[in-house]
Nanobody, 120 residues
Framework: QVQLVESGGGLVQPGGSLRLSCAASGRISSIYNMGWYRQAPGKQRELVAAITSGGSTNYADSVKGRFTISRDNAKKTVYLQMNSLKPEDTAVYYC??????????????WGQGTQVIVSS
């Protein structure tokens, strides 16, 4: 069974940094696009950043220049380095991946979410 497990969230002061990680496990053949989404209270889930298997990236305008997405294909892990954090970055962050597994074929998977709070 494919699972995505996130880590790295927490409480940080404005201007601070956090690094989120998301590791995929299971009988995985291939991982295609990977990404990070976030959902703040009372708001819809939104795309923060995404990265293709070849390393091409795209970012939400609100995080460009502050966040960096990367991946380690050997470790089946995607990262989100978040710098210059602002209170409006406060949200639950979710990892997402397009994965081909031996048991289930191709599917869209989500992590359980990790809370990020930016506050003084």
């Amino acid at each position: 069974q494919v699972q995505l497990v996130e880590s790295g969230g927490g409480l940080v002061q404005p201007g601070g940094s956090l690094r989120l990680s998301c590791a995929a496990s299971g009988r995985i053949s291939s991982i295609y696009n990977m990404g990070w989404y976030r959902q703040a209270p009372g708001k819809q889930r939104e795309l923060v950043a995404a990265i293709t298997s070849g390393g091409s990236t795209n970012y939400a305008d609100s995080v460009k220049g502050r966040f960096t997405i990367s991946r380690d294909n050997a470790k089946k892990t995607v990262y989100l380095q978040m710098n210059s954090l602002k209170p409006e970055d406060t949200a639950v962050y979710y990892c997402n991946a397009d994965i081909w597994s031996w048991a289930q074929g191709r599917g869209d998977y989500w992590g359980q979410g990790t809370q990020v709070i930016v506050s003084s």
